[in-house]
């Protein structure tokens, strides 16, 4: 089956442009998302009072009729030339599928960036981890409630997990990303402690805790781009556009927080995703 | 060469097996090989050796043992003697006691190796500059020199039979003065030629040639063809696997606590941390920085271990060089270098600090500064490039000042492979080779196996698109029956950085935060359907070294109320 639109990644991007695609009538549309439920890689948050028009989106377009392969991932594509369609290679759980398409875009969101790219130092204990991975291991039942907690309250996405784990993580203790910064992690097998350093003071503390969640800024979830023409920007890893979407490559527009152009709490996927669907729709 | 499958009935894949057996009687060549799979290595495994098929059972009380050749058309019974002496039981799984027990598997023995943590190569062995060296500025005469010698020879054949990522670049030590020319040419070449190494002096213009980010103000360096890079857990792992296809049992999760000679001497009683008792014939002492500890269990004190901290940076720029390029070393390290990586990259470091602590492998803002102040020595231009990971060693510092390789004073039975400093990697096979001639001249009777497996096969090798399901690390596209595969193959281990090491998933920019919880689902369901146990046996998921628990066990505590 040939598509005239294809959506990698069914997140709030993602969806939002299929929402408009199927108000524009448009009929072949095929949405691709690597974890096994839509909604994107904020989907652990939704239900806490910082995504609530996220969570409305979502609820609309749990109708929607359009093929979503869930657990499948885009490993890489060939771009058509002039008419000819572009081909992408999507690994599913059972094989690896081929998809022709007209149009591509792409609104595979944004990860967050882990202690490991702003060179904390200290040791490597267990314990330190993002705020969605921290969502993830407690929907499944690991137990986060032993010991005292720090968060660094970053942006949007430790905000939506400080509220979505409030009674799930036993002693907590909020550190503001304004106020201070992650200096050194102690502790060798598990976390120990991790020094803090006020921003304001200079002055540094040690904290003793036995978890940190962290994140601060994010990476392009663009990794299958690597060795293929679309432009990223380097230290990010987001897909450079102009302000409608597109790539560079004809038929290959990009939108959400996986762009130079989202931001780091993902607030403005949906009216980025909103714009560049409405442009992007009126070519088809 | 003959192949089989074992399938193991039911009745005794649930029943422990007995720890040896040995086998009389018409075939038991054939027989004594396959049956030492079944008591030395898990069901599992046995599962794996493949093709044809052998199914046996196995009586727990009688002690007797039916087999079954089906492909062979060979019906028969074969006596079975249950001996729960081991011959020899190697402390230690890193890279040295891994190349001990590999070699030691080429014979027909009993052999273990027991290593504290839950995966081989936890300890020194997997941060370090993974240089081959030659020995060139080994001291003549000394045990280290004479263990590099001897491992010169033996790499060649191993790179080769157990397909380890080998990067032969060469290294070139830069004189940045007329002293330093003076020190490489007066102490150096003459050390280089005493232990055999080849060497060569070369002057500025073709040392900027080969490595174009060098200072130009250098005078010129020292090469030595014959060393290079490879990825330490590659050959730890391929020297443990290759010992276990063989025979030998390693043994996760299994800290020595205690060594209790025998009354009469005939052996050693090793008891381990959790109380179960191990008899051997002989021990190896391959500790590492903990190798002290070990000897001290027999009242040994000939030597103490102090850990030195090494750290590094990684970076993924392009330098320009082509060889290991190195400083000529002061008195106390061999100096701050800059080498390529096996897998892309290049590795700056080691620091060389002094420290207490034997776990403590954290880095530190001042130590990262010593990197960058060294290696800017060398690659005037290094500060520019971009960081994406740090991590420290600890080398194990002898109070001989040698390696230790020989019988403890106080007991015969436990051989010291000890107080290996900054070389054990390069050194390892030469090292085993030491082990074994100690070994051969005791009371063992040593017999080399004539089906030993010599080559690693291909573990986890590619396969279709079809069984290797869907991708659970995004960031390096690796895909669920590639872990799978992993936890499968020989050897396997199930920390995720054990996980980590043998598929490279989590090591792109998320650095495992996207993809752990999948990946415990995978593990979880994987180990569930075969009814493995977890790491340590613990319900809650570790990272690497015993108790890093990545989270509490899932519903854990309500459910013991
Ligand atoms: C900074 C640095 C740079 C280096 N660079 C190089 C290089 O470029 N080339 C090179 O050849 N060498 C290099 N080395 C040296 C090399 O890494 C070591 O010599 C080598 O890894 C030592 O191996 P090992 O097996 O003796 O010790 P380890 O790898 O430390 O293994 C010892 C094992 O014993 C286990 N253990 C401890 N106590 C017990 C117990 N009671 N019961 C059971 N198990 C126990 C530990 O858990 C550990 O796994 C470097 C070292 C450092 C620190």
């Known amino acids: 089956m040939k598509y005239n639109l294809t959506i990698i990644g069914a997140g709030i991007a993602g969806l939002t442009a299929a929402a408009k695609a199927y108000a524009s009538g448009l009929e072949r549309v095929l949405l691709i998302e690597h974890q096994p439920v839509i909604g994107g890689f904020t989907r652990g948050y939704i239900e806490t009072s910082f995504f609530e028009t996220e969570q409305r989106l979502l609820s609309e377009c749990a109708a929607l009729p359009y093929t979503i392969m869930t657990r499948s991932t885009v490993v890489g594509f060939f771009t058509g030339d002039g008419d000819t369609p572009h081909q992408l290679f999507v690994q599913t759980p059972t094989e690896t599928e081929e998809i022709q398409t ?12 882990p202690r490991e790219a702003w060179r904390i130092s200290g040791g490597r204990p267990a314990g330190v981890m993002t705020p969605a991975m921290a969502v993830e291991l407690s929907q499944r039942g690991y137990r ?8 660094y309250m970053a942006d949007r ?4 997990a400080a509220e979505y784990l409030a009674d799930r993580l036993g002693e907590t203790i909020q550190v503001s990303a304004e106020d201070f910064d992650i200096e050194h992690i102690h502790g060798t097998a598990q976390l120990e402690g991790v020094t803090i350093r006020s921003v304001i003071t200079g002055e540094a503390e040690r904290v003793n805790c036995s978890r940190l969640l962290f994140a601060k800024g994010r990476y392009g979830s663009t990794f299958f781009l690597k060795g293929l023409p679309v432009e990223r920007d380097e230290s990010t890893l987001c897909i450079i556009t102009d302000r ?3 790539t560079g490559i004809p038929r290959v527009y990009a939108a959400g927080s996986c762009t130079q152009l989202g931001d780091d709490g993902h607030t403005s996927s949906i009216e980025m995703a909103s714009e560049v669907a409405d442009h992007l729709l009126a070519k088809i | 060469m003959f192949k089989v499958k074992l399938m193991i009935h039911k009745e005794a894949a649930q029943g422990s097996l007995p720890e040896r057996l040995l086998c009389y009687g018409d075939k038991a060549k054939t027989f004594r090989r396959l049956l030492h799979y079944v008591g030395a290595v898990t069901p599992i495994h046995c599962l794996m050796i493949d093709k044809t098929k052998l199914s046996f059972i196995i009586k727990k009380q009688t002690k007797t043992i039916k087999c079954n050749i089906k492909q062979n058309q060979w019906n028969g019974k074969v006596n079975i003697v249950v001996d729960s002496l081991r011959d020899v039981v190697v402390i230690g799984g890193g890279v040295v006691g891994t190349a001990i027990v590999r070699a030691l598997s080429l014979y027909n023995m009993s052999i273990m190796l027991v290593e504290k943590q839950h995966d081989v190569c936890e300890g020194t062995s997997k941060a370090n500059s993974a240089i081959i060296h030659t020995g060139f500025d080994a001291k003549p005469g000394s ?5 590099l010698r001897r491992s010169r020879e033996l790499w060649p054949e191993l790179i080769g039979a157990l397909k380890i990522p080998f990067l032969p670049c060469g290294a070139v030590m830069v004189a940045a003065s007329e002293t330093e020319k003076a020190k490489i040419i007066e102490h150096y070449v003459p050390n280089a030629e005493a232990n055999g190494v080849e060497v060569r002096y070369i002057e500025k213009e073709e040392l900027l040639e080969m490595n174009p980010d ?3 103000h250098n005078l010129g360096g020292l090469v030595i063809e014959g060393e290079g890079i490879c990825d330490p857990f590659w050959v730890t792992r391929a020297f443990a696997q290759l010992a276990e296809l063989n025979g030998a049992e390693i043994r996760f999760g299994s800290g020595v606590e205690r060594i209790e000679p025998a009354d009469d001497d005939s052996h050693l009683v090793i008891v381990l941390e959790d109380g179960s008792e191990i008899r051997t014939r002989y021990a190896v002492n391959a500790a590492g920085l903990w190798s002290d500890e070990i000897a001290d269990m027999v009242k040994d004190e000939s030597f103490v271990i102090t850990p030195r901290k090494g750290q590094f940076i990684l970076t993924e720029d392009t330098l320009g060089i082509s060889q290991i390029v190195l400083p000529v070393p002061s008195p106390s390290s061999k100096g701050i270098l800059a080498a390529p990586v096996v897998f892309g990259g290049f590795l700056l470091g080691p620091t060389a600090e002094d420290q207490e602590d034997k776990w403590d492998r954290s880095t530190t803002d001042d130590g990262m500064e ?6 800017e020595k060398l690659l005037p231009g290094i500060r520019s490039a971009t960081t994406i990971r740090q991590f420290a060693g600890l080398r194990a510092v002898c109070s001989t000042g040698d390696f230790v390789i020989s019988p403890s004073p106080r007991s015969h039975r436990l051989i010291h492979a000890a107080g290996i400093r900054s070389t054990g990697l390069s050194s390892s096979p030469g090292i085993a080779e030491r082990v074994v001639e100690l070994l051969r001249s005791t009371d063992l009777i040593m017999t080399e196996r004539s089906e030993a497996i010599l080559e690693l096969p ?3 090798g590619e396969s279709d698109a079809a069984s290797n399901g869907e991708i659970i690390c995004l960031c390096r596209s690796i895909t669920r029956g590639e872990i799978e595969r992993a936890l499968s193959a020989p050897l396997s281990s199930t920390t995720l950085d054990g996980i980590k090491r043998r598929t490279g998933a989590m090591l792109g920019e998320c650095q495992g935060n996207g993809c752990i919880p999948k990946l415990l689902d995978v593990m979880e369901s994987f180990t569930a359907s075969r009814g493995l146990a977890k790491a340590g046996g613990e319900e809650a998921p570790l990272k690497g070294l015993r108790e890093s628990y990545i989270a509490g066990q899932a519903g854990g505590r309500d459910n013991e109320i």
């Open chain 1, 157 to 160: 996405r430790s905000h939506g």
């Open chain 2, 458 to 460: 291909d573990l986890l």
């Open chain 2, 143 to 147: 045990v280290e020199s004479d263990c």
């Open chain 2, 370 to 375: 010593a990197v960058l102040n060294g290696v």
């Open chain 2, 214 to 216: 060098v200072s130009e």
């Open chain 1, 102 to 113: 007209d149009y591509i875009l792409i609104a595979s969101g944004a990860m967050e960036k």
């Open chain 1, 144 to 151: 986060l409630d032993e010991g005292k907690t720090m968060i």
């Open chain 1, 244 to 246: 409608f979407g597109a």
